[in-house]
């Protein structure tokens, strides 16, 4: 349900590998930020003109509100809907 590279945001590294995606996997779904929890009752977002394009942002899994600087962003592939990108906008 990824499709690699997946972007990681400002200073960080995309993602190149199956690999590098398990070493990395419990900062993007589950450090700081609770995804399963989040994107249960999410609402997509969509930039203006990105149609095959939206994205989820989150809130800290331990205050639960107010920011949402996790941003998820997935794309529509041949193979359907993708994970392409994370950031943190607070790094």
Do not use: H
Request: charged share 25%.
């Amino acid at each position: 349900m990824s499709q690699l590279p997946i972007e990681m945001g400002y200073a960080q590294s995309r993602i190149r590998t199956r690999a590098q995606f398990m070493k990395k996997y419990n900062y993007i779904f589950a450090g700081e930020v609770n995804a399963t929890k989040c994107f249960e009752p999410a609402k997509p977002q969509t930039d203006k003109g990105k149609t095959k394009e939206f994205f989820v942002t989150c809130p800290f899994a331990q205050n639960g509100g107010g920011d949402e600087p996790f941003v998820y962003t997935f794309k529509l592939t041949r193979a359907g809907w993708r994970f392409v990108s994370f950031e943190n906008i607070n790094e």
